[in-house]
């Protein structure tokens, strides 16, 4: 009640529905809007953050909590994988509730902020206008797909916005609550957050300086007396936080920040200096910002050209066009926003202006990163200037209403056109991540000159079959950085191999190693190469240098248990087998579970051929790979004289895949062993009822009659059966059966 009545206004009459209608409106759209890319599958760095993160599998909370600067992610990550696997739907499900909840915060927000104005003016009389826009940019921008469809960042840059966004939130109620409980409760509840926040991303250092600004603009209100009132607090927070950060980043990582000593290399794929092996250092990358700036300011007005990756290096010097126009642009900005305060010092749209490069500041200085540009970055900052935007908005709609609509609201109108503009270009601009084809390849178009981009579109074409057409990627990105960059040597060497040209394969995998010793998937590629050729001894130790590098690499395990069987070491294939299944990242994988449950049921090892079918049957989703892994479960309970479960299994065969007269067969055979005679003369009596019979049913008929004591039809069936034509090895049963009825 206390929100509602902060919130109530001269000049509309708004209501509690006023808090709930436009942001259920807004969450309806953006859900519309994301809903087709939540079947999209993971992308980019995705992969090693999650599907190829190994321990996934085994944190949990108690040992990720304040683990490091990013531990609610981990958390969630784990969370996920235990609930839904390596299925990105609960993952990018997530991320677009991180969103909503995100977007629906800034209108909160901004609404709060500014209709508790103290002096009428255009934003406290457009508060709810102003919200509603700037929050409607911000869900509905095609920049932000960048971070809600980037799995990894969605978690990342989502949940710091949304922590930083609830701190300030309850900061502010904290500060304007009349109540003593709930001033208290309610700074607890901030202090909470803040805590909370380290554990995000590194970006959530920014929340105490917004913090501040927070107050003195819409707290204070330029009242220095009332403002110094919670300086106690707020240095407290700021307590909070980088006391946090100290602990979770280490003293020295700040030392060699601020000392202008934290120079990082560069990605491969990726170089941004001119030399892939000049380090980039803080002046470089910090010189290269401000046309990066530029960038990141405009693709909210102009959004038709973003990109994932961007063909950009770092600037030559100071003086060079690339880096002067940019600086004179934002030297502008920078005085015009003291301009600003000093006519009036609450300005709300210097508070604005000031929220995006605060926010934009530890991404877009002196703190090097092998990354010169990513939009995702904005996702936070863009909040400042998607509500300077918002007010150029409410503005137009006012000229309109005032020259146009005879003083109409005109804003319903702009709301739903936008809507419909920014969904449209969303939706399109997602299709992105439809596929890892269409992602690669859109890169190539953005980055030409990016090795990174056509090597991993020649890995999807790969994947695709499309072993030729790959060969020219490969080739470019190993002419754009073949120096040091190994990754394509090791593609295109997959890609002779699929060519049946093992020998150039074996070469190029070399120079991989040459360029990379410690790659352990092109020491696995290397060992299965030389397995394809019988060369035994260069396969095992190719295959130990893998899991020397990479202990838990299935893949390798998975290999150096094929070569074992080659060397008919069948015991020593049967542990590779089950490692890589159980103790290594091939959990997820159907041939290496098929494998593990051949080898345990050839050992007679039934308890782990149990094991390894039931994890092949929950992977399993094609046909005729379910009935497979249920033929083999029940055949497993059977050799492990589980008869009962294996007459449920084989039932639950019979019933699903009745075309397959194995499941039959084996039921039959099961009930014989039980000593169920009728159950099984009942099968067969199904069985031939449904015009399906096999060859040996007369066997398997006779053996359950002479067990119910009609030993006379038994003997009958049995000879008129070896008057037949039937195969020798049957007829040779059937004469070993009648042998033990006659006596």
């Given at each position: 009640m206390e929100i509602v009545?902060?919130?109530?206004?001269?000049?509309?009459?708004?209501?509690?529905?006023?808090?709930?209608?436009?942001?259920?409106?807004?969450?309806?759209?953006?859900?519309?809007?994301?809903?087709?890319?939540?079947?999209?599958?993971?992308?980019?760095?995705?992969?090693?953050?999650?599907?190829?993160?190994?321990?996934?599998?085994?944190?949990?909370?108690?040992?990720?909590?304040?683990?490091?600067?990013?531990?609610?992610?981990?958390?969630?990550?784990?969370?996920?994988?235990?609930?839904?696997?390596?299925?990105?739907y609960l993952y990018r499900l997530l991320n677009v509730i991180f969103h909503l909840l995100t977007g629906i915060l800034v209108f909160y927000f901004i609404f709060l902020i500014l209709k508790n104005l103290k002096k009428e003016n255009f934003f406290k009389n457009n508060a709810f206008k102003i919200a509603l826009f700037t929050s409607t940019l911000f869900l509905l921008h095609p920049v932000q797909t960048q971070t809600v469809s980037y799995i990894i960042q969605g978690q990342l840059e989502g949940l710091s916005a949304l922590f930083t966004l609830l701190i300030l939130i309850f900061y502010y109620l904290s500060a304007q609550s009349q109540s003593k409980t709930n001033k208290i409760i309610l700074t607890l509840f901030t202090c909470v957050l803040a805590f909370l926040s380290t554990g995000t991303k590194e970006i959530a250092i920014i929340s105490p300086f917004l913090l501040i600004i927070t107050d003195w603009f819409f707290i204070a209100q330029g009242d220095w007396k009332n403002f110094s009132k919670r300086i106690p607090l707020q240095l407290s927070i700021f307590g909070i936080v980088f006391l946090s950060y100290i602990y979770l980043l280490k003293p020295a990582f700040f030392l060699k920040t601020f000392g202008f000593n934290n120079a990082v290399r560069n990605n491969i794929g990726n170089i941004l200096t001119q030399n892939p092996n000049d380090l980039i250092t803080p002046y470089a990358f910090f010189i290269s910002q401000f046309k990066v700036i530029l960038h990141y300011i405009f693709i909210f007005l102009w959004p038709f050209n973003i990109s994932v990756e961007y063909d950009w290096k770092l600037a030559h010097g100071f003086f060079s066009h690339e880096v002067l126009f940019p600086f004179s642009i934002l030297i502008s900005i920078f005085c015009l926003t003291f301009y600003l305060l000093k006519k009036n010092k609450i300005n709300i749209l210097s508070f604005a202006i000031m929220w995006f490069f605060i926010a934009i500041a530890p991404r877009s200085s002196f703190i090097p990163s092998p990354e010169l540009l990513m939009d995702y970055k904005t996702y936070l900052a863009s909040i400042g200037w998607l509500f300077v935007i918002a007010c150029a908005i409410v503005k137009f709609t006012q000229f309109l209403s005032s020259n146009f609509f005879y003083k109409n609201e005109t804003y319903p109108y702009?709301?739903?056109?936008?809507?419909?503009?920014?969904?449209?270009?969303?939706?399109?601009?997602?299709?992105?991540?439809?596929?890892?084809?269409?992602?690669?390849?859109?890169?190539?178009?953005?980055?030409?000159?990016?090795?990174?981009?056509?090597?991993?579109?020649?890995?999807?074409?790969?994947?695709?079959?499309?072993?030729?057409?790959?060969?020219?990627?490969?080739?470019?990105?190993?002419?754009?950085?073949?120096?040091?960059?190994?990754?394509?040597?090791?593609?295109?060497?997959?890609?002779?191999?699929?060519?049946?040209?093992?020998?150039?394969?074996?070469?190029?995998?070399?120079?991989?190693?040459?360029?990379?010793?410690?790659?352990?998937?092109?020491?696995?590629?290397?060992?299965?190469?030389?397995?394809?050729?019988?060369?035994?001894?260069?396969?095992?130790?190719?295959?130990?240098?893998?899991?020397?590098?990479?202990?838990?690499?299935?893949?390798?395990?998975?290999?150096?248990?094929?070569?074992?069987?080659?060397?008919?070491?069948?015991?020593?294939?049967?542990?590779?087998?089950?490692?890589?299944?159980?103790?290594?990242?091939?959990?997820?994988?159907?041939?290496?579970?098929?494998?593990?449950?051949?080898?345990?049921?050839?050992?007679?090892?039934?308890?782990?051929?149990?094991?390894?079918?039931?994890?092949?049957?929950?992977?399993?989703?094609?046909?005729?790979?379910?009935?497979?892994?249920?033929?083999?479960?029940?055949?497993?309970?059977?050799?492990?004289?589980?008869?009962?479960?294996?007459?449920?299994?084989?039932?639950?065969?019979?019933?699903?895949?009745?075309?397959?007269?194995?499941?039959?067969?084996?039921?039959?055979?099961?009930?014989?062993?039980?000593?169920?005679?009728?159950?099984?003369?009942?099968?067969?009596?199904?069985?031939?009822?449904?015009?399906?019979?096999?060859?040996?049913?007369?066997?398997?008929?006779?053996?359950?009659?002479?067990?119910?004591?009609?030993?006379?039809?038994?003997?009958?069936?049995?000879?008129?059966?070896?008057?037949?034509?039937?195969?020798?090895?049957?007829?040779?049963?059937?004469?070993?059966?009648?042998?033990?009825?006659?006596?």
């Amino acid at each position: 009640m206390e929100i509602v009545k902060l919130t109530k206004v001269k000049s509309w009459n708004f209501a509690i529905l006023d808090w709930i209608i436009p942001p259920a409106i807004l969450s309806l759209i953006t859900f519309s809007v994301y809903y087709p890319s939540l079947h999209y599958p993971f992308q980019f760095d995705d992969t090693p953050n999650i599907t190829k993160f190994f321990n996934i599998r085994h944190l949990n909370f108690s040992s990720l909590f304040f683990s490091g600067p990013r531990w609610i992610s981990y958390w969630l990550n784990t969370v996920n994988y235990k609930i839904a696997g390596f299925n990105p739907y609960l993952y990018r499900l997530l991320n677009v509730i991180f969103h909503l909840l995100t977007g629906i915060l800034v209108f909160y927000f901004i609404f709060l902020i500014l209709k508790n104005l103290k002096k009428e003016n255009f934003f406290k009389n457009n508060a709810f206008k102003i919200a509603l826009f700037t929050s409607t940019l911000f869900l509905l921008h095609p920049v932000q797909t960048q971070t809600v469809s980037y799995i990894i960042q969605g978690q990342l840059e989502g949940l710091s916005a949304l922590f930083t966004l609830l701190i300030l939130i309850f900061y502010y109620l904290s500060a304007q609550s009349q109540s003593k409980t709930n001033k208290i409760i309610l700074t607890l509840f901030t202090c909470v957050l803040a805590f909370l926040s380290t554990g995000t991303k590194e970006i959530a250092i920014i929340s105490p300086f917004l913090l501040i600004i927070t107050d003195w603009f819409f707290i204070a209100q330029g009242d220095w007396k009332n403002f110094s009132k919670r300086i106690p607090l707020q240095l407290s927070i700021f307590g909070i936080v980088f006391l946090s950060y100290i602990y979770l980043l280490k003293p020295a990582f700040f030392l060699k920040t601020f000392g202008f000593n934290n120079a990082v290399r560069n990605n491969i794929g990726n170089i941004l200096t001119q030399n892939p092996n000049d380090l980039i250092t803080p002046y470089a990358f910090f010189i290269s910002q401000f046309k990066v700036i530029l960038h990141y300011i405009f693709i909210f007005l102009w959004p038709f050209n973003i990109s994932v990756e961007y063909d950009w290096k770092l600037a030559h010097g100071f003086f060079s066009h690339e880096v002067l126009f940019p600086f004179s642009i934002l030297i502008s900005i920078f005085c015009l926003t003291f301009y600003l305060l000093k006519k009036n010092k609450i300005n709300i749209l210097s508070f604005a202006i000031m929220w995006f490069f605060i926010a934009i500041a530890p991404r877009s200085s002196f703190i090097p990163s092998p990354e010169l540009l990513m939009d995702y970055k904005t996702y936070l900052a863009s909040i400042g200037w998607l509500f300077v935007i918002a007010c150029a908005i409410v503005k137009f709609t006012q000229f309109l209403s005032s020259n146009f609509f005879y003083k109409n609201e005109t804003y319903p109108y702009i709301f739903l056109f936008l809507s419909i503009l920014l969904g449209f270009l969303t939706i399109h601009r997602n299709k992105v991540w439809r596929s890892s084809l269409e992602f690669w390849e859109n890169i190539i178009q953005n980055a030409p000159e990016k090795a990174r981009g056509y090597n991993n579109y020649g890995v999807e074409l790969t994947s695709l079959g499309k072993n030729k057409e790959a060969v020219p990627y490969f080739k470019k990105a190993i002419k754009l950085e073949g120096k040091t960059y190994w990754d394509p040597y090791t593609n295109l060497a997959i890609v002779y191999a699929a060519l049946d040209n093992i020998d150039l394969a074996i070469l190029t995998l070399e120079q991989s190693l040459k360029l990379n010793p410690y790659n352990p998937e092109a020491y696995n590629n290397l060992g299965a190469f030389f397995l394809h050729k019988n060369e035994y001894y260069f396969a095992e130790r190719s295959f130990r240098a893998a899991l020397a590098i990479r202990p838990h690499y299935g893949k390798a395990m998975y290999n150096l248990g094929k070569l074992y069987i080659a060397k008919e070491d069948l015991e020593s294939a049967w542990a590779c087998f089950k490692n890589a299944c159980t103790k290594a990242d091939l959990d997820h994988d159907l041939p290496g579970y098929q494998l593990y449950a051949t080898t345990s049921i050839m050992l007679k090892k039934y308890e782990d051929a149990i094991f390894a079918c039931k994890k092949f049957l929950q992977l399993a989703s094609k046909k005729d790979d379910i009935n497979e892994a249920l033929f083999n479960l029940a055949n497993a309970y059977f050799l492990n004289n589980n008869f009962d479960q294996a007459v449920q299994i084989f039932t639950q065969m019979t019933n699903r895949f009745p075309e397959d007269i194995r499941g039959w067969a084996n039921l039959i055979e099961t009930y014989i062993k039980m000593h169920k005679s009728e159950n099984a003369l009942e099968v067969i009596k199904k069985l031939k009822e449904n015009g399906r019979t096999f060859q040996g049913i007369e066997i398997q008929q006779s053996i359950c009659l002479a067990d119910l004591g009609y030993l006379d039809l038994a003997e009958e069936l049995l000879k008129k059966f070896l008057n037949e034509k039937q195969p020798e090895q049957l007829k040779k049963l059937a004469k070993q059966v009648l042998k033990k009825i006659t006596i």
